[in-house]
Structures are given as C-alpha cells and as structure tokens.
C-alpha cells in the first residue's frame, strides 16, 4: 500500500508542471482565437470593448469623428431650394458655423462610461490600437 500511494504522489509531482503548462497554453489558445474573431470594424470593435471593459452594462459605444452633421445651404446662383422647416415638421435644422462642423481629425470616437474612462485609460487605448486599422485616428471621450 505504501508503495503504491508513493508512486502515485510521484507521478502527480511529475505530471504537476505539464498540467501548468497545458493550462496555460490553452488559455493562450483561447485568447488568440478571440483575437482572431474581432476585427477592427465598428461592430466588432465596440463588442470587444464592451466584453473586456463593461460586460455587464455594455456602456462603450462608437460615434462618428465629426460632432455635427453638415447641412449644405445652396447660393442663389445654384438654383436649387433647401427646405429647412416645413409645416409638417416641428424640429427645427441648427444652422452651425463652419468650425462647428469642420473635420475634427478624427475618423471616430468611443465613448465609454467615467468610471472605465478614470481607471482603465491605457487598457482602453492599448486594445483599440491592437484592433482599429493603421492611419485611422481616433478619441476616447466620456459620455454623459
């Protein structure tokens, strides 16, 4: 009896470090699968967010780069009438002035929650640059 429960604690010793290591390769298998699976388009972008930094509320979103959308006002010389109110229509069109609507320099903005924003800054910035595709410019704001 001796003999037996000291060989079996003997191969678990031995089998101990290949089982840690198994372990850890599988958790490196699984994470690089998910990796591969995300993208950097916005859709994907935003479920990775929101699966490593707010599973639970998924809060993070992604905006458009530009604040205000442009609405073009036609010269008389153009010929062509831009209705900006009609009878039927109660919302009023803002007209913005051009630095309220000129290009921001970014090609999109996420949002995420202040208090992701306060303590996860740099995890945040670090897993958008893996994902979003070179030469595209980005922020990250808090939403209100």
Known sequence: MLRKSSTAALAQLLLKPLNSLYFKWHNWR???IYKLEHTGQVCSLEGSLNDKFDPVERRIYIGDGQFYETTYVFTEAEEQELWLETESEEETIWLRTESETADTG?????????????TQIY???????????????????IDE
Request: glycine content about 8%; overall charge neutral; proline content about 3%.
């Open 30 to 32: 699984i994470d690089n």
């Open 123 to 141: 995890g945040l910035r670090a897993h958008i640059d893996f994902y979003r595709a070179g030469g595209k410019r980005y922020n990250i704001f």
């Open 106 to 118: 970014l090609d999109f903005i996420v949002y995420v929650p202040e208090s992701i924003y306060n």
